[in-house]
């Protein structure tokens, strides 16, 4: 259930003293024309037709020049009140022009302060030339409606944000994956943002005329009062000739509801662009998992698919296709293992006997649901999900609007990042966002969430594709230049757990070095790869130092 409504958001405590000031300057115009309004009448209102003046006296007979004198006589007096108003009329007009350009620059004044600030309350605090403006910005952003970009490299990326941490994919050689917002205008534009949003959710009242759901909900939303703490998450993205866009989702512990607010600052103030709420209760995600063999691999995705999505979300269906026949025995009775033992059978195994395909496992489990429309999450076997991620997958899509593509934390090799430990920690402790610990996988468009209906409407995967790799990209980029809204944003509750890649014999030249080179990306961060190239030099100097420090010795 949505609800949307394009108005500006109302920015408590700013323009205060200046909106008195605006309030009474309008309310003396209001007086002044009531004077003048009360003159008109009293002077220009019809005489009864017993005024004396156009009667004679009674039973004493009047010949045609007294009429006519008395006729000149008014017309006279009619002239002369009509020149005195036209003197009152053009004295207020005057009146009126300094007024107005009292008021335009009390306007003009306020623009820099709403350029650098929060919204106004209403649109008439604004200039319509301003008003005008703002609006072409969000026409001319990514907000409402896809925007049709030629490749992969030209797409704008959200970054993701909570009260606390910043999770970004641009980290330079000083930014780290996961940090807070250290820099004090990044901190006050996310609270600010964030105070915005909440001021919507708890002032529902003020937006009444632009709403155009059923006023059941409106109620509903307006019984809970939300604090920063309701405050889930947030994404944003900056385009740089238009403005940022921020995506902010609430929640009480106790509904089952998530508050969607939309905000766009066109650099300037903030203008809220939709408010909604999104049901999540009963939301089916079908999670399609193509596979080929594996199974330890796929044994560990079952034990973290029935921790999260059976016993803590509950409303998760499983589609498996797996290919081949070696290892198909032992899935089965990973699956009815697992039904056995939690109850749960809301999932389909699809058997293969072609060559393994990713895109082609992938368009099958789609294919394979029947029950109308369904959300699905394209999903790896060494992908783990946190509980979270699953809600996140349901907020950031909307069939015939939105698909979401989220960037994965991909972890390293834990017999490199934990060599100085006597073993590697369990998988749940080693998902930290640490730059020694793992990678933002910005290339890999693999992990998708999509409603079936738009993945059959685009033309799904590119089924000449085999093996692994580059169908993910092919419907990535059917997406960017459809009118769709691509969600990317890096995605905290998302792991890639490492596994070893081995590069085949087969492989050219030029594609086993292309191999090797993602194998070294996969394997460890910059650092630990320079301590294992240059272990020779650094055992070097370490003998040097105990030869050094053993000869200071006295005999």
């Not at 009815?336 to 939690?342: F, G, K, L, P, Q």
């Not at 749940?428 to 890999?444: A, I, N, P, T, Y």
């Not at 409603?451 to 085999?466: A, N, W």
């Not at 169908?471 to 009118?483: A, C, F, G, T, W």
Request: hydrophobic share 35%; net charge negative.
């Amino acid at each position: 259930m949505r609800k949307s409504a394009a108005i500006l958001v109302r920015m408590p405590r700013r323009g205060l003293l200046m909106q008195a000031w605006t309030r009474r300057l309008l309310l003396g115009l209001a007086l002044f024309f009531c004077l003048i309004s009360l003159l008109y009448l009293l002077e220009c209102t019809p005489r009864p037709d017993n005024d004396p003046l156009l009667l004679g006296i009674p039973g004493k007979p009047y010949g045609k020049e007294y009429y006519q004198a008395l006729l000149q006589e008014q017309e006279e007096h009619y002239q002369t009140r009509a020149a005195s108003l036209k003197r009152q009329i053009t004295q207020l007009k005057q009146e009126l022009q300094e007024m107005s350009e009292k008021l335009k620059s009390v306007q003009e004044k306020k623009g820099p302060s709403l350029t650098g600030g929060g919204a106004q309350n209403s649109k008439e605090n604004f200039p319509n030339d301003l008003l005008e403006f703002l609006h072409s910005q969000i026409d001319k952003a990514e907000v409402s409606v896809g925007a049709r970009v030629p490749s992969e490299y030209a797409v704008v990326p959200f970054e993701s944000f909570t009260l606390t941490k910043v999770y970004q994919l641009e980290m330079g050689l000083t930014r780290h994956p996961e940090e807070k917002a250290v820099r004090k205008d990044r901190r006050d534009d996310f609270a600010e943002a964030i105070e915005a949003g909440i001021e919507v959710l708890n002032n529902p009242e003020e937006e009444e005329e632009e709403q155009d759901n059923d006023e059941d909900d409106d109620d509903r939303a307006q019984k809970h009062s939300y604090t920063e703490n309701d405050f889930i998450e947030g994404y944003y993205r900056t385009e740089r000739d238009k403005g940022t866009l921020y995506e902010l989702f609430y929640k009480k512990e106790f509904l089952d509801e998530f508050q969607h607010i939309t905000l766009f600052r066109p650099f300037g103030p903030l203008m809220k662009v939709k408010s909604e709420t999104i049901d999540v209760s009963q939301q089916i995600i079908n999670i399609i998992v193509p596979l080929s063999g594996r199974t330890e691999a796929f044994a560990q995705f079952m034990q973290n698919f029935r921790d999260v999505c059976i016993r803590q979300d509950g409303h998760i269906y499983l589609t498996v296709v797996y290919f081949g026949q070696e290892g198909l025995g032992e899935v089965k009775k990973i699956l009815e293992m697992t039904a056995s033992e939690t109850n749960f059978h809301n999932y389909t195994l699809v058997p293969l006997a072609d060559e393994f395909s990713r895109g082609r496992g992938l368009d099958m489990g789609a294919q394979a649901w029947e029950k109308g429309e369904a959300l699905m999450f394209f999903c790896d076997v060494d992908i783990y999900i946190s509980p979270e991620f699953l809600n996140s997958c349901r907020i950031n899509t909307e069939p015939g609007k939105k698909v979401f593509y989220p960037v994965v934390f991909s972890l390293y090799n834990p017999a490199i990042v934990y060599a100085n430990l006597d073993g590697a920690p369990s998988i749940e402790q080693q998902l930290v966002h640490k730059k020694d610990s793992g990678f933002w996988r910005d290339f890999g468009f693999g992990m998708t969430c999509q409603y079936r209906s738009d993945f059959l409407t685009i033309g799904g995967f590119d089924l000449d594709v085999k093996g692994w790799g580059g169908e993910d990209v092919h419907l990535y980029r059917k997406y960017l230049h459809s009118d769709l809204i691509v969600v990317r944003t890096p995605v905290s509750s998302l792991f890639h757990l490492w596994h070893e890649k081995h590069c085949a014999d087969e492989l050219t030249p030029e594609q086993y070095r292309m191999c090797i080179q993602s194998k070294a990306m996969n394997e460890a961060s910059q650092a630990h790869l320079g301590m294992l190239v240059f272990r020779d030099e650094i055992e070097a100097h370490l003998r040097k130092q105990a030869y050094r420090t053993d000869s200071d010795i006295p005999d």
